[in-house]
Every structure is written in C-alpha cells, then in structure tokens.
C-alpha cells in the first residue's frame, strides 16, 4: 500500500487538469488523506481564499509554501 507524500494540514498548490478550467488556482490546504483505487493516493483539500472543499488526486498536486501558524 502506498503512502500519502502529503500531510494535514499541509499547503498544496493545485495543477489544474485538461477538464479543470473552473477550478480557482492557488493555495489548498490538505484536509483529510483518502484511500483511494489502488495506486492512487486522494486528499481532501480546502481553498485558501474561498473556502471550497474538493476531492483532488496527488497527481494534481505540488507542494506549497510551509503552513504558517499563529
């Protein structure tokens, strides 16, 4: 079983796909790890500046800026 590369909690910038053009660009937040099909690892990510929560698949994703806490 394959491990997730990203964590909760965790900044992540999204790669928009091929039928993505509605999908605001910029800054996720990693929610929650899915198990996903075999091999594809999935996470539940929320915008950073409109709060919308969406399922995303790690092929989509590259990391972000470090989370900063306050």
Same mark, same amino acid.
Request: aromatic share 8%; glycine share 12%.
């Given at each position: 079983?394959?491990?997730? #590369? @990203? !964590? $909760? ?6 790669? /928009? ?5 509605? %999908?605001?660009?910029? #800054? @996720? !937040? $990693? ?6 099909? /075999? ?5 539940? %990510? ?25």
């Amino acid at each position: 079983m394959a491990t997730h #590369l @990203y !964590t $909760v909690g965790q900044n992540v910038e999204f790669i /928009a796909g091929r039928f993505d053009g509605n %999908v605001p660009r910029g #800054l @996720y !937040t $990693v929610v929650r790890q899915l198990p996903g099909p /075999a091999n594809v690892r999935e996470y539940r %990510v929320k915008h950073q500046q409109d709060g919308h929560e969406r399922v995303v698949p790690e092929n989509q994703l590259r990391g972000g800026p470090p989370a900063v806490f306050s």
